[in-house]
């Protein structure tokens, strides 16, 4: 295969697979087409099989995706060395802004969950992709520890829990929520006042519970 032909079946194989991203956000494993998403793609469904050979394999290479994605651009903050308040909430802050500018990954996880958790528990991948999310937590977590900054005792699982349940709410509850309680047209889920005042309560939040 040429270089050029190389270049243009993985750009084919890309646009298939961010179109497979919208169509699982949008209906679901269950719900979702092979031809939705050749159509997404501007392709045919035989590109689709060709490429991801069934509908259930691309949804978990899909699902893997978003969140390696997730882990990876956590681990790029580079909070090792960063004091531990102020790593915390840069945490707490990375995470509400990531939520609200990715709500397709997180539409994805709502739809996974309606399925309990069945592709998550198909592979041992996601378990081992997702333990960097604690590693994170519990360095940040024993450095403020060791200054008698924070609370001992505190579970990295449990403040991981606290900053996911926070940042995941404000995607997965943003059209009933802000329909009940918002008046005058909705806002766009990434805008940035409405991103900002949920940081800001996230971080409070956040602080209240491990701050010693």
């Not at 991203?21 to 979702?32: K, P, Y």
């Not at 592979?123 to 937590?137: C, G, I, P, T, Y």
């Not at 918002?182 to 409405?194: H, K, R, V």
Request: with cysteine.
């Amino acid at each position: 295969m040429s270089a050029v032909a190389h270049d243009e079946a993985q750009s084919l194989k890309d646009r298939i697979f961010t179109a497979a991203i919208a169509v699982f956000a949008e209906h679901g494993l269950a719900g979702a087409r092979m031809e939705q998403i050749a159509g997404e793609a501007q392709t045919t469904k035989r590109m689709v099989v060709y490429y991801f050979k069934t509908k259930e394999q691309l949804y978990q290479a899909v699902l893997q995706h978003v969140y390696a994605r997730i882990r990876e651009t956590e681990q790029q903050l580079g909070l090792e060395n960063v004091p531990p308040v102020e790593a915390l909430v840069q945490l707490v802050k990375w995470s509400v802004r990531y939520h609200a500018t990715h709500a397709d990954y997180m539409r994805i996880i709502c739809m996974e969950n309606m399925q309990r958790g069945k592709w998550l528990l198909s592979s041992d991948d996601f378990k081992r992709v997702n333990k960097s999310a604690l590693s994170l937590l519990e360095n940040i977590l024993q450095r403020g520890q060791q200054q008698t900054i924070f609370q001992p005792g505190v579970e990295a699982r449990d403040v991981h829990r606290l900053i996911s349940s926070f940042s995941f709410y404000q995607v997965s509850n943003f059209y009933s929520f802000n329909s009940l309680y918002l008046d005058g047209p909705l806002p766009e889920i990434d805008d940035e006042a409405l991103i900002a005042h949920h940081s800001d309560i996230a971080v409070k939040a956040v602080l209240r519970f491990v701050i010693a």
